[in-house]
């Protein structure tokens, strides 16, 4: 077992919180083989302050994703505080601060990654967040803004002086934004310089890679992003690794286009099915890479309108 402050899991892999790809379906899929903890994807403090409908809908949680957590992004202090027992209203387990996040429209902001520019402010912030949440705080934050300033150690000891309660590592720089490899030695080093627990993130692709990473790093959980992606598979299969030494699960065919059509009718419960198949659309494709005639199917996906269409296209596959 596995504890984030207070909230007990079931082992130490979770999902990492993703925009646009892990919405309410994919965290009930991933839940569903095996991941301890999901995340929403991540949510504007200032949004949630203005009670803006939109946002207040994605802290939603359905107990088939439970235990998730909420993810915050912002940049103010007393706006993050004054949402942070709105934000987990729905049912989070904890609440996350995205300390991450690379996009221009974000970090351009000051929030996201920009923080960890603003060392003062991530200790203003967790402070506040910390002493206003009714839940476990967490952080996530990436190596450094660029490799003139890797600040990842120091960033993670501000947050556990500030009462966090773990700190997830995602080993690249903003500069670097998803490019290039993730130097697991900085998810080390905040480790090493840490009392609670550091959940280590970035190129977990294939179960090897999770029991590699805990091996090299010691980090207490890891967070698998990605590798996830229409693989919610790999989750059953780095348990199975960790616990019996081999990977015994792989997925046929079959076991993919079942599990992606369960994921798609959890989609059109929650958006309504124009919505759900759009966005379905890549999460089909990424279900099916590597399978034959996959580079076809593609294309066909992309017109795909309802879920009908969507069937007639997965029955050519089969
Ligand atoms: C499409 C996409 C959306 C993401 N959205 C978020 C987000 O909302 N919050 C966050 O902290 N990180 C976000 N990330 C970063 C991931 O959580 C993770 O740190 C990153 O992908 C590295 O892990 P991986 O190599 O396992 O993918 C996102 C990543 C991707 C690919």
């Avoid at 294939?206 to 990605?226: H, N, Q, S, Y």
């Avoid at 780095?238 to 009718?265: F, H, R, W």
């Amino acid at each position: 077992m596995f504890k984030i402050g207070s909230v007990a899991l079931d082992n130490n892999i979770l999902l990492a919180p993703m925009a646009g790809v892990a919405d309410g379906a994919f965290r009930a899929i991933c839940r569903k083989f095996g991941c301890a903890l999901t995340y929403t994807e991540m949510v504007s403090a200032k949004a949630l302050s203005f009670q803006d409908a939109k946002t207040c809908r994605m802290l939603k949680i359905d107990d088939a994703e439970k235990p998730c957590g909420v993810q915050i992004f912002g940049s103010e202090p007393e706006v993050m505080a004054r949402v942070a027992r709105d934000a987990v209203v729905g049912g989070a387990a904890l609440l996350d601060i995205n300390m991450g996040c690379p996009m221009p429209k974000v970090a351009d902001h000051g929030d996201g990654a920009a923080l960890m520019r603003n060392p003062d402010l991530v200790a203003k912030i967790v402070h506040a967040v910390v002493r206003a949440a009714c839940v476990p705080v967490t952080v996530k934050i990436r190596k450094g803004w660029d490799e003139q300033s890797i600040n990842a150690v120091e960033v993670a000891k501000i947050a556990q002086e500030n009462g966090a309660a773990a700190v997830a590592v995602h080993g690249r720089t903003r500069q670097q934004m998803y490019t290039g490899k993730a130097d697991w030695g900085i998810i080390k080093a905040v480790k090493d310089a840490l009392g609670i627990p550091v959940i280590g993130n970035g190129d977990i692709f294939a179960a090897e890679d999770a029991l590699k990473m805990l091996e090299l790093t010691g980090c207490d959980a890891v967070m698998v992003g990605r590798g996830a992606q229409g693989n919610p598979f790999i989750f059953r299969q780095i348990n199975a690794l960790l616990q019996t030494g081999s990977v015994m699960y792989m997925p046929t065919l079959q076991d993919k286009i079942q599990t992606l059509l369960e994921q798609v009718s959890l989609m059109i419960a929650q958006k309504g099915e124009y919505i759900a198949i759009r966005e379905a659309r890549k999460h089909a494709a990424w279900y099916l890479k590597g399978e034959r005639n996959s580079a076809r199917v593609r294309g066909e996906l992309n017109h795909a309108g309802t879920l009908a269409d969507l069937k007639k296209i997965l029955q050519t596959v089969l």
